[in-house]
């Protein structure tokens, strides 16, 4: 799985093959897949084994009915090991039933006496700190959406899946790993239906606690709602005439009041403004012309880093960023020019980005939440930088202060760009980006991934809407 040949792997399942064929006792048939490759092999295999395949590939000679569950057995090692490491995560977020997870750390642990490892914790004292790590490896690597190992590849067809890799230097050895598949593989056996009564929907702290859905799911969809919440604000504004400033009076003159008005309802009264209750019709066409402009645009960096040669995705990402630098003072030059937006239609066009922006994070944390949160979470800014004031100006000219809080949102907005986060994040981690990103070409092309669909077509638009309208080229009773 790690780019290691699975010699100790490929003995056991031979040797468990031969096991297995001795005994009459099985209710199910069992499928021994041996493939050359850790992620394209099985992807190939099972995509045959369902017919997702290209025309160009032949079908599966023999098939044997629905899959129930997969059991990916690696030790590249050629020593006796310590523990087992227990890989679940799927593509795109997805993850297998929790049940075969536990039923696997049951049997490890419980039985064998095998100390049992996740998300590459390999001492866990089950302190706070330790559970916090681990929940937050688990929501990068659920977030990221990847293939992590040969199981995630049966995941999105409903085959629960996991992989069970030997780690350390300790005094188990091939028997003992061979009992535990056994016993998984005797569980299975023993299922008359697929796994379906405990979670698919979950956050491992430890190999032994979890935390559900019902618990973690209402942090996304806060994150999500505030985006709404400020649309909904900026819609209001929108259809708000500008307030009248009333001169003032000349000396010996009385203050003009305002026309006021009786507002009546059940049995209470009440005298407001007239003017509170005037409504502007909103000017919807260009500013839907510029959302749905910038959320086709995203298509381009899309296209790039997912038929980029690998040897040139770091280039191509570093060539990007300086683009992506001038590309929301270029736009704000070019729709101040071409396609001026008036006051209220800069409310709208931010109005709708905004809304955008949470409906697809709130539909997004229902089936991966670490992507939904994550995003969520560096998008936040964008609900409060870049936002148009509820006043049009009263004059062209921007003052000094002005035009130093744009070049500070600006700066800001840039150090959170998405190609800016990528280039920090690996740098931080030590993971090469030409690495990142040709696994992310290879999900697109061979898994489904649909990670870089989120971030090019949904964050990086909104990113763009907010940079836009804190340009510093971007003229202030205009954009």
């Given amino acids: 799985m790690d780019e290691e040949l699975n010699q100790g792997g490929v003995a056991l399942v031979l040797t468990l093959a031969r096991y297995f064929k001795r005994w009459s006792l099985w209710s199910k048939d069992i499928i021994f897949l041996i493939a050359p490759d850790s992620k394209a092999g099985p992807q190939a295999w099972v995509d045959a084994y369902h017919d997702a395949h290209p025309p160009s590939v032949a079908s599966l000679p023999l098939k044997s009915g629905a899959l129930q569950g997969a059991i990916v057995v690696d030790n590249a090692l050629d020593h006796r090991f310590e523990s087992l490491h227990i890989t679940y995560d799927g593509i795109n977020g997805q993850l297998p039933n929790l049940d075969l997870f536990n039923t696997a750390v049951s049997i490890a642990s419980g039985q064998m006496g095998i100390g049992v490892s996740l998300q590459r914790m390999w001492k866990h004292g089950d302190t706070y700190r330790e559970r916090l790590q681990t929940i937050l490896r688990g929501m990068v690597s659920q977030g990221l959406g990847h293939a992590s190992g040969p199981h995630s590849s049966f995941i999105p067809y409903h085959v629960d899946a996991i992989t069970l890799q030997a780690v350390g230097d300790g005094w188990q050895d091939e028997m003992a790993m061979g009992r535990c598949v056994e016993s998984l593989f005797r569980s299975l056996n023993n299922l008359l239906e697929h796994l379906h009564q405990s979670f698919f929907f979950y956050l491992l702290m430890q190999a032994n606690r979890f935390v559900s859905i019902g618990t973690y799911l209402p942090s996304a969809m806060l994150v999500a709602v505030s985006f709404t919440i400020m649309a909904i604000a900026l ?211 061979v898994s489904g991934l649909w990670t870089q669909v989120i971030v090019w077509c949904v964050w990086w638009p909104a990113w763009l809407v907010g940079s836009i309208f804190v340009s510093p080229f971007a003229s202030r009773n205009r954009i």
């Fill in 235 to 445: 819609w209001l504004q929108s259809g708000r005439p500008p307030k009248t400033r009333i001169a003032l009076p000349k000396m010996g003159e009385k203050t003009p009041e305002p026309e006021m008005v009786m507002i009546k309802q059940d049995e209470m009264t009440a005298v407001i403004p007239q003017q509170e209750l005037a409504t502007l019709e909103r000017h919807l066409f260009l500013p839907v012309v510029v959302i749905l402009g910038l959320h086709f645009l995203g298509v381009v960096p899309l296209s790039i880093f997912n038929n980029t040669n690998q040897t040139n995705l770091s280039r191509a990402l570093f060539v990007f960023n300086l683009f992506n630098l001038a590309l929301p003072d270029f736009l704000a030059i070019f729709i101040s020019s071409y396609a001026p937006l008036t006051h209220q239609q800069s409310l709208l066009t931010k109005c709708f980005s905004l809304v955008l922006l949470g409906m697809f994070l709130a539909t997004l944390a229902t089936l991966n939440f670490s992507l939904a949160f994550l995003i969520g979470l560096l998008a936040s800014p964008l609900s409060f930088l870049g936002v148009p004031p509820s006043e049009p100006p009263t004059v062209e000219v921007s003052s000094p202060w002005t035009v130093a809080t744009r070049i500070l949102s600006s700066i800001v907005l840039h150090a959170l760009a998405p190609g800016v986060i990528l280039f920090a994040v690996c740098t931080y981690s030590g993971v090469s980006v030409e690495e990142v990103l040709a696994q992310a070409a290879f999900g697109w092309n």
